[in-house]
C-alpha cells in the first residue's frame, strides 16, 4: 500500500512569514499533485509534477518534486491571510490509476 | 460549465436507512472517483470507475456500492447506513486516469448517521 506523509499536521503563522510543508512517501511516483481545499469546498489544484527534480512556482509557491520521485514539498513565500486552508499533497504510482492523498496540513495566516 | 455537481449537500440518515448519493459531470470526463473525508485521515478513496460500465474498488469500499451506466453520472449506495460512515463525501472527475490528470472535485456531501 503506497502511503504519502504530510508534514506538519497544523501550521499557524503570522502574515509574512515563509513556510514549507512536507510530503513524504517510500514509494515511487508518477507524478505527484498538490491540491488546496477551503471550508466547505472541494480541493482544487494548484500544481502537478512529473519530473524528478522538477521545481515549479505559481506566484509565493514554490513546489518541489525529488529527485527520486518519491517526496515533494510546497514553499510559501510571505505568507498572507488568503493563503490560509488546508494544503494537500496527492501521488499517483507507477502502475495505478488511482489518486492516493496525503492527510493534509491545515494552514492558517492571521494578519 | 457546471463542472462536477453534487447532492445532495446534507443528508442525515438513522442507522440501517438507505440512500444514494448523486454525482454528475458535465466535461466528458472518462474517469471518476468517490472520496471520504474524515477529520484527520485525509480523503480516502471508495470507489472509482475508468469508463462507463467498469467500476473498481479504492482503499475504503465496504458499505458502499456503486456502478456508472453513463459517461456524466456516478452516484454512490449506500445499503444500510452505519455510523462509522458519518463523513463528508467528494465525488471527483478527470479526463484521464494516469499520469498528471488533475481532479475536479464537486463540493461534497455531508452525511450524518445517527
Known amino acids: 500500500t503506497q502511503l504519502l506523509e504530510q508534514s506538519p499536521q497544523f501550521l499557524s503563522i503570522q502574515e509574512g512569514e515563509n513556510l514549507t510543508v512536507y510530503c513524504n512517501s517510500s514509494?515511487?511516483?508518477?507524478?505527484l499533485q498538490w491540491y488546496r481545499q477551503e471550508p466547505g469546498e472541494g480541493p482544487v489544484l494548484l500544481v502537478t509534477v512529473v519530473t524528478g527534480g522538477e521545481v515549479k512556482k505559481l506566484k509565493r509557491l514554490t513546489f518541489q518534486f525529488g529527485d527520486a520521485r518519491k517526496d515533494s514539498s510546497l514553499h510559501i513565500t510571505a505568507a498572507q491571510p488568503g493563503d490560509t486552508g488546508l494544503y494537500l499533497c496527492?501521488?499517483?504510482?507507477?502502475?495505478?490509476?488511482?489518486?492516493?492523498f496525503g492527510k493534509g496540513t491545515t494552514l492558517s495566516v492571521s494578519s | 460549465n457546471a463542472g462536477v455537481t453534487q447532492t445532495p449537500k446534507f443528508q442525515v440518515l438513522k442507522t440501517g436507512q438507505s440512500m444514494t448519493l448523486q454525482c454528475a459531470q458535465d466535461?466528458?470526463?472518462?474517469?471518476m472517483s468517490w472520496y471520504r473525508q474524515d477529520p484527520g485521515m485525509g480523503l480516502r478513496l471508495i470507489h472509482y470507475s475508468v469508463g462507463a460500465g467498469i467500476t473498481d474498488q479504492g482503499e475504503v469500499p465496504n458499505g458502499y456500492n456503486v456502478s456508472r451506466s453513463t459517461t456524466e453520472d456516478f452516484p454512490l449506495r449506500l445499503l444500510s447506513a452505519a455510523p462509522s460512515q458519518t463523513s463528508v463525501y467528494f465525488c471527483a472527475s478527470s479526463s484521464g486516469a494516469g499520469g498528471g490528470s488533475p481532479l475536479h472535485f464537486g463540493n461534497g456531501t455531508r452525511l450524518t448517521v445517527t
Open positions: 466535461m466528458n470526463h472518462e474517469y
Open positions: 514509494s515511487v511516483f508518477s507524478s
Open positions: 496527492a501521488g499517483r504510482g507507477q502502475a495505478g490509476t488511482a489518486l492516493i
